[in-house]
């Protein structure tokens, strides 16, 4: 799973990755420009709304939604406590007041005196939402209230939602929707973004559909008048899928799943070392009703004995016996924890609830075991979003506000969702009945087809999981294509590299091939830092971060025939490099010293792995999740420091050598203002542009507040201006309105604890590696010569939701060796869309204070 911008059927959305910079429509947050769909040419006005359980991203869904909204010159409102707000309404004395300002004209009428500041200012903590200009006056009895630039600063790196949810029964019913309608007509929207789950995205869509029928109705009653009824004729309805179950088909992430990941592994993390300390087992409860994706996740990242997903019960009706085989197992190889984690939604083959309790008795009475039950309950809701949900959230919401004003009453409403690394519509309510049919073949008993249903990237960590966590001698290959496999770390450590190396060293085990471990790079290998590594010995690897096996830059040629020599004395039949650049050189290295060195001619196989992300056509590294995570919880709190003292602008300075995608990945989820990157480079008049800028938004905040803004800049951005340099051009052209300083987020940036998607990551690709070793090796023995299609050389890589092995020679005629990264960066695109997010746009100029 991973992702770029914008959907096959957008056009000019900012930061497309098919539409070049510059054909953006003008001036988009031009004061009065119409939009299409618009009353009477007036400018679009347009809702957003967060419904049913809340995630985390909801919130830089909002601000993205908001923002880009009045990019494309649309009056932008929120919707408070989801469809209950819309249900409702602003009371009748609030009605008055906005209804009277909407049959206006904006421009003069507009209670806003430009877009920048809007009617309220969020406060977290209570979630209580304030009038600006209004000191302590609550907006306790309005629902729909119009926002400006300003009033969604900072959501992005908040959790929950702070425009509120709720569960809505009124809505559930007709009147309870008309009631919404004429609420929408009142203030004249007639498009609307929903975040939530299937629930509110079905709700949605029955207002829509329902919307000619209620119109009638109001005007019928005389609760709308006939113009506008003319005028709101249609109401055009986006949905964006906000759900920590990452349960909605047709989508390979929701909103929030990542972060309520990012909760779990914590605290399975947390509980891990308890257990072991007093050799306990720990039954862990994990959210999801009809999808086990963050049990099974949760299992692989956290390198757990056993899980249960309603997905895939236990095929046996016996499933203690089963369960208590695997754990006593695993306890008789001499583990001192058992960690079982389960899905709120698990059940037998039978559909017969399993508990939590139930698994606890039989550990306790079975196996001796001493054993405690963990609900994680909703602490998986909540907390900051991890770095992918705030990416995430902004492309969506962005992408929303594009097809909402897209939208024509003869198309279904469309669910934005991600395939395939691409931003992606499709429509609404088929997304919703897909889903539908998971729960639907788990009710039939037809497991096959619930999984069917799920994405490739589930089947595989299913069946990581199992091979990793098995001890039986039943997949074992015939004894005579047994290898000999060999692992070794090139490169900078990077979050994930130990999950793979656990998982290779698992995963031979289960096929009977001998894993043997290289100490210290290559380097080590010359030195006999040799040694085979044991099912236990690794057990506790898919948690750390570094490397430990030890990594280092020195590439085979430092010395080929001793390296020759001592893969042949190690009786090497295939090697797995974990590593980045360097791990594409060794091979390439390897690779060319095979016509000299026979102990050379086996199976080698590269799996990307850099903080960097800089390995060609593989769109995500192993280690490339845990660095922007870094990143936004360092930025985070720069922020929260900048903005506690005085107007001050941070420079952040990131690793990453030639390649910018720590940088651009990090300034869209962090939410920066300016980012500089290798890719791009830097010059004295975009310096200039910047400063000018910079100035421009300070002038515009309010009186009395500090604000922290962020600089994002590549280590190797530009040799002239260094982050020092433009911290001091900042400084100086700021005067009395900020002034600047700069940290250097170094090696930090590798992460202490590698993130849940690096780890799940590692894993899942690992074993496609030693597969792939397998496979090539059986083929030698075979004496057959590998396909010119698929060498027994190759780099594996991740391209969209798709997983190959790209030769080496397509890999190098990709790569910009000066600068070492690929020739092509997905992500430059990202760029609009970040000076989108920044107001960089033709931002209005200052208003007078309100
Ligand atoms: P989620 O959106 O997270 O799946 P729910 O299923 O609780 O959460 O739905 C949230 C709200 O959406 C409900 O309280 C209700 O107001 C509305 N809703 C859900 N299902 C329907 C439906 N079939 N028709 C109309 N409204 C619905």
């Known amino acids: 799973m991973s992702f770029q911008i914008p959907s096959k059927n957008a056009k000019n959305v900012p930061g497309s990755a098919n539409t070049p910079a510059p054909s953006r429509p003008a001036s988009p947050m031009a004061s009065g420009t119409s939009t299409p769909g618009g009353a009477q040419g007036s400018p679009k006005r347009l809702a957003v709304l967060t419904s049913g359980g809340d995630c985390s991203g909801m919130n830089a869904a909002v601000r993205a939604v908001v923002k880009m909204g009045i990019a494309r010159g649309c009056e932008v409102y929120v919707v408070r406590e989801g469809w209950e707000g819309l249900v409702r309404g602003n009371g009748p004395e609030h009605d008055v007041k906005e209804t009277q300002v909407h049959s206006g004209t904006p421009s003069t009428a507009d209670p806003i005196p430009n877009r920048r500041r809007g009617n309220f200012v969020a406060t977290y903590g209570e979630g209580e939402l304030l009038k600006e200009g209004e000191g302590e006056q609550t907006l306790k009895d309005r629902y729909i209230i119009r926002v400006g630039w300003d009033d969604v600063r900072g959501f992005a790196s908040l959790g929950g939602t702070l425009i509120g949810t709720a569960r809505c029964a009124a809505f559930r019913e007709v009147e309870g929707r008309r009631t919404a309608a004429l609420n929408l007509v009142k203030h004249g929207i007639d498009a609307l973004v929903v975040c939530g789950g299937d629930g509110s995205l079905t709700g949605a869509d029955r207002l829509r559909d329902e919307w000619p029928e209620h119109l009638a109705a109001l005007k019928e009653r005389g609760d709308i008048s006939a113009e506008q009824f003319e005028t709101h004729s249609h109401l055009n309805i986006v949905g964006l899928v906000g759900s920590i179950d990452n349960d909605m088909a047709g989508t390979d992430m929701t909103i929030g799943a990542t972060t309520a990941l990012h909760r779990i592994c914590e605290a399975i993390d947390s509980i891990s070392s308890t257990a072991s300390s007093h050799s306990r087992a720990f039954i862990v409860e994990v959210m999801g009703r009809n999808c086990g994706w963050l049990a099974l996740m949760a299992a692989i990242a956290t390198g757990a004995d056993y899980m249960f997903i309603p997905e895939r019960p236990p095929t046996s009706e016996d499933w203690q016996s089963s369960m208590c085989s695997v754990l006593d197992r695993h306890r008789k190889e001499g583990k001192r924890k058992t960690i079982v984690i389960i899905a709120e939604g698990a059940h037998d083959c039978n559909l017969k609830p399993i508990s939590p309790d139930e698994v606890k008795d039989v550990l306790t009475e079975r196996l001796g075991l001493d054993t405690r039950v963990t609900t994680l309950g909703h602490t998986q809701r909540g907390g900051a979003p991890a770095a992918y949900d705030r990416i995430l959230a902004t492309l969506q919401g962005a992408e929303a506000v594009e097809a909402v004003l897209e939208a024509t009453p003869d198309k279904p409403s469309p ?257 920066a203002n300016i980012v500089y990157t290798p890719e791009l480079g830097m010059s004295l008049r975009g310096l200039s542009e910047d400063v000018d800028f910079l100035k421009k938004r300070y002038r515009q905040d309010a009186a009395g507040k500090s604000e922290g803004r962020l600089v994002i800049r590549s280590e190797k951005a530009s040799k002239t201006y260094t982050t020092e340099v433009v911290t001091n051009i900042l400084t100086e052209e700021g005067k009395d309105l900020f002034d600047a300083r700069y940290v250097s987020l170094g090696h930090t940036l590798q992460g202490g604890v590698p993130s849940p998607r690096d780890r799940t990551r590692a894993i899942r690709l690992t074993v496609k590696c030693i597969d792939f070793l397998e496979r090539h090796h059986k083929r030698k023995l075979e004496q057959l010569e590998p396909e010119w299609k698929d060498p027994d050389v190759a780099t594996i890589v991740i391209e969209g939701a798709g997983i190959r092995f790209a030769p080496l020679a397509e890999l190098l005629a990709a790569s910009d060796f000066k600068n070492r990264r690929g020739k092509v960066q997905w992500w430059s695109p990202m760029k609009n869309l970040i000076d989108v997010m920044a107001g960089r746009r033709d931002l209005e100029e200052p208003a007078p204070k309100l």
């Open 415 to 671: 669910v934005i969702g991600i395939q395939e690394n691409k931003i992606m519509r499709q429509p609404l309510m088929e997304a919703v009945k897909k889903t539908q049919d998971v729960a639907k073949a788990i009710a039939e008993k037809d497991f096959n087809r619930a999984l069917s249903l799920r994405d490739p990237e589930f089947e595989d960590c299913l069946h990581a999981f199992r091979a990793t966590t098995r001890l039986n001698e039943t997949y074992r290959v015939p004894e005579a294509e047994r290898m000999r496999i060999a692992i070794v770390h090139t490169g900078a450590p990077a979050g994930g590299m130990n999950a793979a190396t656990r998982t290779a060293v698992r995963y031979c085990l289960c096929h009977g091939h001998t894993p043997v471990a290289i100490y210290n790079g290559f380097v080590g290998l010359l030195n006999g830092n040799v040694a085979e590594l044991s099912w236990l010995r690794v057990d506790q690897w898919s948690t750390r971060g570094g490397s430990e096996l030890g990594t280092n830059r020195t590439l085979p040629d430092t010395d080929l025939a001793g390296v020759a020599a001592k893969l042949a004395e190690y009786k090497i039949d295939g090697l797995l490099i974990v590593g980045g650049f360097e791990g594409m050189a060794a091979l390439n290295i390897l690779e060319k010293g095979r016509k000299e060195h026979p102990s050379l001619r086996i199976p080698l196989v590269h799996l990307p792995a850099t903080i960097s992300n800089n390995v060609p056509i593989t769109e995500w590294s192993v280690g490339s999740d845990t660095s922007i995570n870094v990143l936004v919880d360092a930025t985070d709190a720069i922020k929260q420091s900048a903005s506690a003292s005085r107007n001050r602008v941070f420079v952040v300075e990131t690793q990453g050598a030639g390649c910018g995608y720590i940088a651009m990945l990090g300034a869209l989820a962090s939410g």
